[in-house]
């Protein structure tokens, strides 16, 4: 058995690889570009040419921004040298696949173009048909978030790049709780009275409350445990440890729609903004309609009470809010519409801004800081690096978990834990995939159903004012007028070099946007969504998702895009874009009643979620549900499911609070069968 570990930098480094490590250390040529990552993936010379090509085009010189190019192209080769495979085969087929439409269509390749040429095709393209729109969205995401993700560019607007590196003297006692699979000298066979799979929202809650009782509870996480001093790495980097698949998730549908899920201990919990809301009473509702008739608000109080104490969720601090907050307030004001800064669980926060990839200075207790310590002050273990690949049983029961590691040098290290109980808590859209390859939980057909995501988008405004939306809270304010009409309003400022996915342009037009970067403001709403998608199990350990939008949603998203032009416009701003691909500018009422007027498909919109919830859902029996009203599944005694996946219907906020919630009953319940 290895020592215990301290995260992806054990030794003081912050753990880059070793072609990250050369970029970002300093390792800039004379000629301010990178040099190559020798030992990473490359690109052919050919697929290289088309990249930098479509960089130019998209990315354009304006103002004091310098165009992309060639260092671009090096940057999302490094992108492209941490993604798995399949990533790297879409985007060079995809690649090729828009050079041969330009082939056929100008009778030369992309790349030997004109470049206002290459420029007018690629807005024609992204304004086109469907596929045509999606090419064009996936190839240029990268380059531009590559291009963008340079401190150079940062200087130009006076924004942190990155936080300041933090040194460790020495680890904390709990640390030694922990183990790092792919360390271990051997393959290893354990056994706890309760297994617990993953850290997030649910998990580590689970763990954290039977670990307290005294119980011996196992937890494994598949990603790793990034802390404090492993935060002062490039976004890339992070990008790549903290997020399943590097954010690459996707649905497919009527609109496909960027999933966002955290693959690090603490999950999803590590790279959200922090946002703490209770579900309302029709949430509830809800629940108890559906024959979940304990699930009343007398019954759950204590339960949020302890988990927001152990949170220390309070409201945003006004000094963190930052101006779109001031500009939101005074257009909802204007309006008579209610608004707050929203709750947040980090009470020390101090407005980095870095929230969605792991707070550089614990402030935001995501359970990588709160739940999992906790957890492990009370002895319990955590295995990282351990992808589980099967749920065993013995007669009937639930018997234990199967994990595995793949080793750097080929082969793999098998963790196998024995436990008569066991706690699955990969959330919505990877526990039923693990519990399929299992073979459990199929029977009554409802494993993978009833999918709700929350789905979301965002309006952006240019003001007369400077907004500088990177100093403060990301989401630090919240509309809360509409929430019982199934519309929440919350802040999500991005990054520099990530707000180049909200600006729905190319070219001239998206460069002259990116120039007047301190003027933007940027607000999101999100839905409580009336459509059900559905999970199934794909490749490996990947979910596949189908989900479509319903009339109803349709009808709520094109309300919630009105209603934030409305709140910008009542706020003074000179230009509101309503999000959508191709639409021009809002620039007073007249725009806006033509905006309302004007039915776009919604197969032409963009949309993110961040909530998956309800695919092995609580409920009465096997025949609407997956698991009982405590969270044990109804096809197998001994087997737990405490996550999102278990959230019986869409809440419409943010559910971090209630999925704890849930955890801390279902914890209660679990412990009364250990024996």
Partial sequence: ????????????????????????????????????????????SRDRAFFRALAEAAMPPSGKLPGAGSRAVERFELFLDSQAEWVRWLFLALGRSLD????????????????ERREQLLCEWSQGRTHERLMCRLLTTPLKVAHFDDPAIHVLFGSRYAPEPVVESSPPRYMQQVRHLPDLDRDLEIEAEVVVVGTGAGGAVVARELAARGIAVVMLEEGQYLRRPDLALPHAEKLARLYRSGGMLATFGNAPVALQLGCCVGGTT???????????????????????????????EPYFERVEAVLQVQAAAEKNLGRIAAIIRRGCDALGYAHEPVPRNAPDCDAQAHCQFGCPSDAKRSTNVSYVPLALDASALLYTGAT????LTRKGRAAGVRARAALPGGGARHLTVEAPLVVVSCGALLTPPLLMRSGLCTRGGQLGRNLSIHPSSAVFAVMDEE?????????SYAVTEFIGQGITMEGGFPRLEFATLLLPAQGRAFMDLMARFERVAVFGFMLR??????????????????????PVDRYRIKRAR?????????????????????????????????????????????????????????????????????????????????????????LGVNPQVTIMALATRAAELIAEQVR
């Fill in 562 to 650: 009105e209603l934030l032009c409305r709140i910008f416009l009542a706020a003074g701003a000179r230009q509101v874009y309503s999000g959508i691909p191709g639409a021009p500018p809002i620039e007073g009422q007249p725009d806006l009643d033509r905006f309302i007027r004007t039915d776009v498909p919604i197969e032409r919109m963009e949309f993110a979620a961040f909530h998956p919830l309800g695919t092995a859902r609580l409920g009465t029996s096997a025949k609407n549900s997956v698991t009982a009203h405590d969270h044990q599944a109804h096809e197998l005694p001994g087997l737990y499911i405490v996550d999102g996946s278990s959230v019986p219907t869409p």
């Fill in 388 to 391: 589980v690949t099967r749920v």
């Fill in 100 to 115: 041969l439409m330009t082939r056929l269509r100008s009778l030369r390749g992309f790349a030997a173009l004109p470049r």
């Fill in 1 to 44: 058995m290895s020592s215990a570990v301290t995260g992806p930098g054990r030794s003081g480094s912050p753990g880059l690889s070793p072609a990250l490590a050369r970029t970002y250390n300093g390792a800039m040529r004379d000629d301010n570009t990178m040099p190559a990552a020798e030992d990473g993936f490359r690109l052919r």
């Fill in 467 to 475: 907004v500088r939306g990177w100093e403060g809270i990301p989401q």
């Fill in 529 to 550: 969504d009336d459509a059900r998608g559905r999970v199934f199990r794909g490749p490996g350990s990947l979910p596949i998702i189908r989900y479509d939008f319903s």
């Fill in 270 to 300: 590590a790279i959200n903004s922090g946002t703490c809301y209770r579900p309302g009473p029709e949430v509830l509702r809800d629940w108890r309609r559906m024959g979940l008739g304990m699930f009343t608000p007398e019954h759950l």
